[in-house]
């Protein structure tokens, strides 16, 4: 592992420290358990990979980078102990604004640590932050919601990336998506609210929550290893 003392990069896990504030960093040092959660689930020794906590003393630059680290060195150790078959897709779209949803359609879109350059966030509270670099969706379950009737489409609900061809039942945390030269690390399912319930009929987005509905949720990704996309790249999705 290489670090950059002065600014803490990571040329492992993909984390900048200096990308990120202090709210950034806080709130990931809050879900560290969560994170950690999503990535373990199900692993045949979950229990035991379990066993992590920051250092709330350190520097929170510091503590949040060994938080991210962990997530990376969990998900080694899930793909040398556990067969995943691989799963090969495309970017189907690409979506980005400067805040709030709907997020538009780009031709071509510039990723570093903190996701799609020129992307926002109306409202930073719960996005944002190292692990919320991208919001991915699949254009299989968009097919699906919109033959229920749903009036959604790429971007509505805020994802970044649509993906076609991945088997969005089998998405976890921990998980690799490489697109050419970038690679993202998925991280936690996107919990809905109220503000895509537009999207829904009934305005019950809970319809792609995680819990209520195992397999329909947005997740969310960190880079790992930034670079410029495009509608149409292929791209692998690895344990």
Not at 164 to 176: A, F, K, Q
Request: proline residues 6%; glycine residues 12%; hydrophobic residues 40%.
């Amino acid at each position: 592992m290489s670090i950059d003392t002065d600014r803490l990069t990571c040329d492992v896990c993909g984390f900048d420290g200096a990308r990120w504030s202090d709210d950034d960093l806080e709130r990931t040092l809050a879900h560290t358990d969560d994170l950690i959660g999503y990535v373990i689930a199900g692993a045949p020794d979950e229990a035991s990979l379990a066993t992590f906590s920051p250092d709330v003393a350190a520097d929170p630059v510091v503590a949040t980078h060994a938080v991210m680290h962990r997530l990376d060195e969990l998900a080694a150790i899930r793909h040398s102990n556990e067969a995943f078959d691989p799963m090969v897709g495309a970017v189907a779209s690409i979506q980005a604004s400067s805040g709030g949803v709907p997020k538009l359609a780009v031709d071509q879109a510039i990723v570093g640590p903190g996701g799609i350059d020129g992307d926002g966030q109306s409202n930073r509270l719960h996005h944002g932050r190292p692990w919320q670099a991208l919001c991915l969706y699949s254009a299989e379950r968009l097919d699906e919601l919109v033959a229920e009737g749903h009036p959604i489409g790429p971007g509505a609900a805020g994802e970044n990336l649509t993906i076609r061809g991945v088997d969005w039942s089998r998405m976890r945390g921990g998980l690799t998506i490489e697109i050419g030269d970038v690679r993202l690390r998925t991280s936690s399912p996107a919990a809905p609210c109220r503000k895509i319930g537009h999207c829904f009929v009934g305005r019950h987005w809970n319809r792609i929550d995680h819990v209520e509905q195992p397999g329909w949720s947005r997740w969310y990704a960190s880079v790992v290893r930034g670079g410029t996309i495009r509608p149409g790249d292929p791209l692998t999705v690895t344990a």
